[in-house]
């Protein structure tokens, strides 16, 4: 999708989600919503959810799409590559990222955002994958990023 298409859906997404998570103060409530807007909405998202830092284990936590890896081994793959490097990381090709952990060999690329409690320490991350290659942009980035926030608003 061309980069000023994403903004336009991604401003009217934001705007959705923005009254959605207003009906309810629970984040796990907030965070399922934001997950399955964004990955009913986008049509090249194959992958969407988050994985929470949990006794130093990174652990599957609400998604849509196919089964996930429950625990991501430590150190290894993009998500804790971002964690690690507390920055959002966009993989154009996932087969060409050192460590990679392939939970389903069809994803081929991917947008992994650092996920921040109120207090803004990073407790995970929201894991995006597509089939496709180099789906996601900085567009992809900022909106993901801001979307993000509403979760403790």
């Not at 090709?93 to 994803?107: E, G, N, Y």
Request: hydrophobic share 40%; net charge negative; with cysteine.
């Amino acid at each position: 999708m061309e980069d000023s298409k994403k903004d336009g859906r991604y401003g009217r997404l934001y705007k959705q989600l923005s009254e959605l998570v207003k009906k309810s103060d629970n984040a796990s409530a907030r965070m399922a919503t934001i997950i399955a807007v964004l990955h009913h909405k986008m049509d090249y998202f194959f992958w969407t959810g988050f994985y929470l830092i949990a006794d130093g284990k990174m652990t599957v936590n609400m998604y849509q799409g196919p089964v996930a890896c429950q625990i991501l081994e430590k150190d290894k793959g993009v998500c804790w590559a971002s964690y690690n490097q507390q920055k959002t990381l966009l993989v154009e090709d996932v087969h060409q990222f050192p460590d990679h952990i392939a939970c389903d060999s069809r994803s081929n690329s991917e947008i992994v955002v650092p996920f921040k409690n109120k207090a803004g320490e990073i407790i995970g991350v929201l894991d995006i994958d597509s089939k496709d290659l180099a789906s996601f942009s900085e567009v992809d980035a900022r909106w993901l990023e801001k979307i993000l926030e509403l979760v403790w608003e």
